[in-house]
């Protein structure tokens, strides 16, 4: 059967790369955490990554905005028409469409209505953190996107519920491919309200400290009103680190970094899982 041999979790503020000048002493130690997060991804010698992240609105819109998508391209681009202004080149990055295809029929099967994509363009949820964990660019990447932009969200409990189903598929796979997981996205930050740019260290250090002891199951417990009290907005995109967590119950987290940079709007963390 395939194996998790890896899974990370790190926020993916755009200003990371769009701002390069702006806070340099807290990007230099979060940027040295991306590269410890970098040499262990490599250590353990994935064969393919599947990465929870969320849209930008980007790939989907308010008129077809999907709970749960899969990418099954055999290419995403991240990124393309951000490219300008994340200050990234334009790439494009290999998929895993064979392991997305049996993803998304297996799902369907065990009661998931997740969406499908075979084109996507990612900004920063993927490009930024892409562009430090593998600026390679030959890693296949597995796409799960979850909404966390346009209520109503999928519940944390959900997202939990998918994590964990993940983690039964590749358990169950016939081949002996190396996994690696990855969640980007969080921690707080409020964006396009009247209070933009708010960070609330007390709260991403709870998430912290909650990850490192290994209790995950409590960020599923949290509801839409707890998170957009305490991490904002942006805070909802702790989903997909929900989704990683549960595919690996109980594992300890090791907080590699956490900053919260006023200039990248956002209270940003790395965090390596020791599965």
Request: hydrophobic share 45%.
């Amino acid at each position: 059967m395939a194996s998790i041999v890896a899974a990370g979790l790190t926020s993916h503020a755009p200003n990371i790369t769009a701002t390069p000048d702006a806070a340099p002493a807290q990007r230099a130690r979060f940027l040295a955490a991306l590269a410890e997060m970098r040499r262990r991804l490599l250590e353990a010698r994935p064969d393919l990554v599947v990465m929870f992240v969320n849209d930008h609105v980007q790939n989907f819109f308010y008129d077809n905005l999907p709970a749960y998508c899969v990418g099954v391209g055999d290419r995403h681009w991240a990124p393309r028409g951000a490219a300008g202004f994340l200050k990234i080149p334009q790439r494009q990055v290999p998929g895993a469409a064979g392991w997305g295809k049996a993803l998304l029929a297996e799902g369907l099967e065990a009661g998931f209505d997740l969406a499908v994509s075979h084109d996507l363009e990612f900004w920063d949820d993927v490009s930024v953190p892409a562009h430090f964990l593998m600026p390679e660019g030959t890693l296949p990447i597995l796409p799960v996107l979850t909404n966390c932009v346009a209520p109503p969200l999928p519940t944390p409990r959900r997202s939990w519920a998918l994590g964990a189903f993940v983690r039964r598929f590749i358990d169950a796979r016939p081949g002996s491919e190396r996994v690696a997981l990855i969640a980007t996205g969080g921690i707080s930050h409020w964006i396009g309200v009247p209070n933009t740019g708010h960070i609330n260290p007390d709260w991403d250090r709870w998430v912290l400290d909650t990850i490192t002891e290994g209790r995950g199951e409590e960020l599923a417990a949290l509801t839409w009103e707890d998170i957009e009290r305490d991490g904002g907005n942006g805070g909802q995109e702790i989903r997909n680190w929900i989704s990683v967590l549960a595919a690996v119950p109980g594992v300890k987290g090791e907080v590699l970094a956490y900053e919260p940079v006023k200039e990248w709007l956002t209270g940003c963390g790395a965090v390596w899982l020791h599965v």
